[in-house]
């Protein structure tokens, strides 16, 4: 599972650097101003691919609208992402994403480390209502894992502009050998020292789960927010003995956090 922590800390330098960069004058257009969400909370969620244990961090979030426009809806398990082309109710740009490292001590067998990764790739999104929205990323590690991993998924929305807003919906992970290999699979010189058997997982479905999140607004300034994720390991990645025997085929995430609108 992406660690949402880093993800969300990259959507809030991309937001912060929007916001900076856009022209006074676009303040000023048709008198209508623009809003800022910031929400600020914690979450917890896996310390790495297939780990029963978890990590604390960070929830943060900003979000900017057109005068009484609503806030676009982002699911909480989205990567930092750029429109670059948008026709309609399609959208197509670049993401990016990091996922934390790993060390031997972290799993509890002598297992080889993997770095902190840095992922770039590039996402396609679709509105086909007001309510349903698909979405798909793929992205590679440039250092760490330096594998491929894909996710799709769909949401379905209910709100009443930003008085409230629910979504909920399911999620698909597909990953390489590659990446496979560095979460999942044990070497032969790990074998030696662990214990485990030699495992060398290929390419495939990871894993499947659902994401769903809630918005609610206390007052026009102050809201809440919260969202729950789960994902269940499959095909090789659940095989690993490194899951059987020193993680969990189930991944959770969940966190809560107070919004703030001026």
């Given at each position: 599972?992406t660690?949402?922590?880093?993800?969300?800390?990259?959507?809030v330098?991309?937001?912060?650097t929007?916001?900076?960069?856009?022209?006074?004058?676009a303040?000023?257009?048709?008198?209508?101003?623009?809003r800022?969400?910031?929400?600020?909370?914690?979450?917890?969620?896996?310390?790495y691919?297939?780990?029963d244990?978890?990590?604390?961090g960070?929830?943060?979030?900003?979000?900017?609208?057109?005068?009484?426009q609503p806030?676009?809806?982002e699911a909480?398990?989205?990567?930092?992402?750029l429109s670059?082309?948008e026709?309609?109710?399609?959208?197509?740009?670049?993401?990016?994403?990091?996922?934390?490292?790993?060390?031997?001590e972290?799993?509890?067998?002598?297992?080889?480390?993997?770095k902190?990764s840095v992922?770039?790739?590039?996402?396609a999104?679709i509105?086909?209502?007001?309510?349903?929205?698909?979405?798909?990323?793929?992205r590679?590690?440039?250092?760490g894992?330096?594998g491929?991993?894909?996710?799709?998924?769909?949401?379905?929305?209910?709100?009443?502009g930003?008085d409230?807003?629910?979504s909920i919906?399911?999620r698909?992970?597909?990953?390489?050998?590659?990446?496979?290999?560095?979460?999942?699979?044990?070497t032969?010189?790990?074998?030696l020292t662990?214990?485990?058997?030699v495992y060398?997982?290929g390419?495939g479905?990871?894993?499947y789960?659902?994401t769903a999140s809630?918005?609610?607004q206390?007052?026009?300034q102050?809201?809440?927010?919260?969202?729950?994720?789960y994902?269940?390991?499959?095909?090789?990645a659940?095989?690993s003995?490194?899951?059987?025997?020193?993680?969990?085929?189930?991944?959770?995430s969940a966190?809560?956090?107070?919004?703030y609108?001026?």
């Amino acid at each position: 599972m992406t660690n949402l922590a880093f993800r969300r800390a990259v959507l809030v330098a991309g937001a912060i650097t929007a916001a900076l960069t856009m022209p006074a004058a676009a303040q000023d257009s048709g008198g209508t101003g623009h809003r800022t969400r910031i929400g600020l909370g914690a979450q917890i969620y896996p310390s790495y691919p297939g780990s029963d244990d978890f990590d604390i961090g960070p929830m943060i979030n900003v979000d900017r609208a057109s005068g009484d426009q609503p806030f676009t809806f982002e699911a909480p398990d989205d990567s930092f992402s750029l429109s670059l082309i948008e026709a309609g109710t399609f959208s197509f740009g670049p993401v990016a994403n990091f996922e934390g490292a790993r060390t031997a001590e972290d799993v509890g067998a002598n297992v080889p480390k993997v770095k902190f990764s840095v992922e770039a790739g590039g996402f396609a999104a679709i509105n086909l209502s007001d309510n349903f929205r698909l979405r798909g990323e793929v992205r590679r590690g440039i250092t760490g894992h330096k594998g491929w991993i894909g996710t799709a998924g769909a949401d379905y929305v209910m709100r009443d502009g930003d008085d409230w807003l629910f979504s909920i919906g399911p999620r698909v992970t597909w990953s390489n050998s590659r990446y496979q290999d560095a979460w999942f699979g044990v070497t032969p010189q790990a074998a030696l020292t662990s214990g485990l058997p030699v495992y060398n997982p290929g390419s495939g479905i990871q894993s499947y789960g659902a994401t769903a999140s809630l918005l609610f607004q206390l007052s026009e300034q102050i809201g809440v927010s919260t969202f729950a994720k789960y994902d269940r390991l499959t095909g090789d990645a659940a095989r690993s003995p490194l899951v059987l025997q020193y993680g969990s085929r189930d991944q959770l995430s969940a966190g809560f956090g107070l919004s703030y609108t001026f």
